[in-house]
């Protein structure tokens, strides 16, 4: 018997869509909200991004979701397999020298240096 757990919907107008908008406006992000199990990750890895790659985008996936505890380091692994993808080529010698990303940074909050009140300073600088 089948669930729904095996329906395939492929969406190729919506990815002609979304690579229209990313086309007029290429440093604009896109984001999808949805409620949880409703294919949005099937519609990114198997519509969007064939379509993109087609088009000569790079595309990269983090699932942010399963690295809840260390969002940077699942932002790191992803970029790190699209710059593979770019530049590491698909011999043995190309697997042994995959480009490792060292460090993304973002905001974070300063321990040492608080506020009047207690609570702490947030700063926009980047990790040392």
């Known amino acids: ?5 095996d329906l395939e919907i492929r969406r190729p107008e919506l990815a002609r869509g979304y690579l229209q908008l990313l086309n007029a406006q290429p440093y604009r992000p896109i984001a999808l909200f949805a409620p949880r199990r409703v294919g ?4 990114l890895e198997n519509d969007l991004s064939p379509a993109a790659h087609a ?5 990269v996936y983090a699932d942010l979701w399963l690295h809840k505890t260390a ?3 699942a ?5 790190e397999e699209g710059l593979d993808e770019l530049t590491v080529p698909t011999t ?5 020298a995959k480009t490792p990303v060292k460090k993304v940074g973002g ?3 300063h321990p040492r240096r608080r506020r009047r009140d207690g609570g702490p300073r947030h700063s926009g600088c980047f990790p040392p």
């Open 71 to 73: 969002p940077l380091d």
């Open 92 to 96: 043995t010698v190309g697997k042994i």
């Open 1 to 5: 018997m089948k669930t729904f757990d």
């Open 55 to 59: 088009e000569g985008f790079i595309t």
């Open 75 to 79: 932002i790191n692994h992803a970029l």
């Open 40 to 43: 949005k990750t099937f519609f």
């Open 107 to 109: 905001l974070r909050s």
